[in-house]
């Protein structure tokens, strides 16, 4: 084969797969473009407000919210231990003021307030939610579990809602509303509208309550 046509050909052929390489190139992803970024780390609890938790449910408890409650000034924790060792939902582990709306299927529930350094209970849940003076729900039989909402806004400051779970067939779920009642400075429940506080009941599923102004 002459050398003149033999060049020619290699010529073509070296055209042809820089043009195919060229094209296979352009077809192909860039990873650099398509890589979505990092979803950033969710705040990790204060290593003394998880202690705080545990020293009150034992080491499954969780830190559900940390901060001013009460908008008083002070200090308090929401430790809780789940109903089931599900995963956290969005927001569980941050200050309860920078992710407001926080839920979870819980078996107790503590609201702790610190003093000086000391920490007090001002709020328990278990088969029963309960503050300093008595029962906060209507619940003649106790509850096996609750589904929490926790929220707090400019506006109403923080509020706990508790549905019970695992009621018996038929029977409609109440949700109980509690907010910090700053005439009596402690949690107590709200009625329907949300706008005033409800007296304690002595007793589980005791008598009506009697409605207090806020």
Known sequence: MPLKRRTERLLAAAVIFAAALAAACSSAPDSSRSAQPPAPAKPAMPDDVVSVAQAAFGPEAEALAYGDFANAGGRQVLAVNRLTAATPPAGSSADSSQNP??????????????????????????????????????????????????EKTAEEGFRLEFTPLNLPSGTKPETIRVAWNPKRKEYDSLDASGKRFLEPLATPGGAAMKAEHK
């Open 101 to 150: 709306v926080t839920t979870a299927d819980v078996i107790r529930v503590s609201i702790l307030v610190r003093e000086g350094t000391n920490w007090r209970e001002a709020f328990h849940a278990d088969e029963h939610l309960k503050n300093r003076r008595g029962y906060l729900d209507r619940m003649p039989a106790p509850v096996t579990g609750w589904r929490l909402a926790v």
